[in-house]
């Protein structure tokens, strides 16, 4: 089934350690997101990429870095974890410029990852 | 930049209540207008959207929302709630152009519960 695929789907990890959430997408679509959920503060961006070999920065990009070297994968790293970092992380993608008519930008997410920084 | 404010953070309802959570936004120029709907341990998954056309856009399980341009707002209404409708709900917009596209700023959502 065509859609995005997120790993891990839960991780525990110590603060100051180094972790990568992998996102994968078989739609070929060329904008990818990175999105943390946290309770009562809705979806947050992180960092986006509107094409493979570019990347953004969203509304809350400090201690996060993503790459796009294809169309497919847009990881995200944490280079040192804080408890702070403990949240949801959704992957998301969407039809880029130019591909499709109309193209509303409606995002597809993946399962999410669960994260906590201890 | 674009806020999208949901009036609502958790409505309690019992089954065949109407519903309406309110959603508005914050964007003067052409937007597209979402509904997302998380229920509980999933994904975002897409209720509905409004991207141009009759400002009543029906969606899936019986749905609907009403853009009023004039009022900045994007309502969701569905006249009979099931228990199966327990979830979360997330409003969002972007302003389709170019780069910008796929840039869906989201509301804070509200959390439906519904009692059978």
């Known amino acids: 089934i065509a859609g995005i695929t997120q790993a891990p789907t839960s991780q525990i990890l110590a603060a100051g350690r180094r972790m990568t959430l992998r996102c994968t997408q078989d739609?070929?679509?060329?904008?990818m997101y990175w999105y943390r959920q946290d309770l009562g503060l809705g979806l947050r961006l992180i960092h986006y990429s509107n094409t493979a070999g570019t990347t953004g920065k969203g509304e809350v990009p400090d201690g996060y870095s993503v790459s796009r070297a294809n169309t497919d994968d847009f990881p995200l790293t944490l280079a040192s974890a804080v408890p702070s970092q403990t949240s949801v992380y959704f992957c998301?993608?969407?039809?880029?410029?130019?591909?499709?008519?109309?193209?509303?930008?409606?995002?597809?997410f993946g399962e999410g990852s669960r994260l906590t920084v201890l | 930049a674009q806020s999208v404010s949901q009036h609502n953070h958790h409505v309690i309802l019992s089954e065949a209540a109407s519903l309406e959570l309110g959603c508005n936004y914050s964007?003067?120029?052409?937007?597209?207008l979402f509904w997302y709907v998380q229920y509980p341990g999933q994904h975002l998954q897409l209720l509905l959207k409004?991207?141009?056309?009759?400002?009543l856009v029906k969606g899936i399980k019986g749905f609907e929302a009403e853009f009023i341009k004039s009022k900045f707002s994007f309502n969701l209404r569905k006249p009979s709630v099931q228990w199966s409708d327990t979830a979360e709900y997330f409003c969002?917009?972007?302003?389709?152009?170019?780069?910008?596209?796929?840039?869906?700023?989201f509301g804070r959502g509200t959390q439906l519960t519904v009692w059978p």
């Open positions: 969002a917009v972007n302003a389709p152009r170019g780069s910008t596209l796929g840039r869906l700023y």
């Open positions: 739609m070929r679509h060329n904008a």
């Open positions: 964007y003067g120029g052409t937007v597209n």
């Open positions: 998301a993608s969407s039809l880029g410029q130019g591909q499709g008519s109309p193209n509303t930008g409606e995002l597809f």
């Open positions: 409004y991207f141009s056309g009759d400002p």
